[in-house]
């Protein structure tokens, strides 16, 4: 097997601190709207390279859909279980509701998803479509029908919000507006694979070779990233979960693209920096992690105390205390599923070592 590429490690790291900096909400709402358009396209992007690192074109299709199957949908159905038992010990002690817990049960049936998990399936889905396509069509037709794809989704999304109020009727009529959603969102991040898997197959002499310092490849990573939110700033409001891409969705592929590129070419010319290494090996668990295990109301209630005893202080770090705090509880969580709890993220038992395999 390949050894695990650091840079694309790093990268995902990244994203995953700028996804529990963006949900803290200890950052400018601005920085926030920025980073939504940023950090979640990323592991679109990044998914999109790894399908043209491991020859995912080449394998039996079988084998594909099993493998992403295992590393994307087990840890859905596992974290949403989990979800669901939590709030079924907050419906016996009063806090939540018999509807709450049927929406979350219709979320994971339909691969919806509650809270954060959405990214799971639509990842997958959206990883095995476009394979699917490369095998089918061949690099050049299927970069051109996935953006195709993705307008015919954009039109059909626009309808089915025109009339979600029918679909809220009833609980069948929610499943189908929840499951044609679900297959909707897969096709909006299409572009974002086929983005990914374009910019590695393009620049394999840069990605493939041995790590060797480039001032004017880290110079171009910088312009490029600056580039990526001046263009963000043009376009409005993105939220993947809720299928909002602003008011002109091309400018949120483009930005996100450039900004993403320009980080990994920065991270590919850096030394590998061991924190960002390891949330990114982890990233599936924070992500799952950080808000529904209340890490993050955990950390925002500590930041308050401290805020409250020495505020003048507390606000210079107030940041660094929420944001220290989750990572700090997340450390413990990520050592805890992987030493005891593999089969949480879809790994064998077997499989836990520190060896960096992809």
């Known amino acids: 097997m390949k050894k695990r590429l650091d840079y694309i490690d790093m990268v995902k790291g990244i994203g995953i601190l700028g996804i529990v900096v963006m949900h803290a909400g200890v950052v400018p709402e601005r920085a926030v709207a920025w980073l939504s358009s940023f950090v979640t396209p990323l592991f679109f992007l990044v998914a999109g390279m790894l399908i043209g690192c491991t020859g995912e074109r080449e394998r039996v299709g079988k084998e594909v859909v099993l493998r992403k199957g295992r590393a994307l949908l087990v840890p859905f159905w596992c974290f949403s279980l989990l979800y669901i038992l939590r709030d079924v010990a907050r419906m016996a002690a009063g806090v939540s509701s018999m509807e709450e817990l049927k929406m979350e049960g219709v979320a994971m049936v339909t691969l919806w998803g509650t809270s954060v998990l959405w990214f799971l399936p639509a990842l997958f889905l959206s990883e095995v479509l476009f394979v699917f396509l490369l095998k089918k069509l061949g690099t050049v037709r299927a970069c051109v029908i996935a953006p195709f794809l993705t307008i015919v989704s954009f039109v059909c999304n626009g309808m089915l919000v025109e009339r979600e109020v029918f679909f809220q009727s009833g609980m069948p009529a929610y499943a189908v507006f929840c499951a044609a959603r679900t297959i909707l969102r897969s096709v909006y991040a299409l572009p974002y694979v086929c983005a990914g898997y374009v910019l ?31 263009i ?110 593999p089969f949480l993220t879809g790994k064998r038992k077997d499989s836990h070592s520190r060896k960096n395999l992809l």
């Not at 493939?208 to 939110?229: D, H, K, N, P, Y």
């Open 200 to 230: 590695f197959q393009g620049g394999r002499n840069i990605w493939e070779r041995e790590r060797q310092f480039s001032l004017w490849q880290t110079a171009g990573g910088i312009m490029l990233f600056v580039l990526g939110i001046l």
């Open 232 to 341: 963000h700033m043009i376009n409005g409001i993105f939220d993947f979960r809720t299928l909002s891409f602003g008011d002109m969705p091309v400018l949120a592929y483009l930005s996100a693209s450039l900004s993403f590129l320009g980080v990994t070419l920065v991270c590919r010319n850096c030394k590998p920096v061991k924190p960002l290494l390891y949330f990114g090996k982890n990233s599936l668990i924070i992500m799952a992690t950080h808000i529904d295990f209340y890490f993050l109301y955990l950390a925002l209630n500590v930041a308050y105390r401290v805020d409250h005893w020495i505020p003048r202080w507390n606000r210079a770090f107030f940041f660094v205390n929420v944001v220290g705090m989750i990572l700090i509880l997340e450390v413990a969580c990520i050592e805890l599923i992987n030493r005891y709890l």
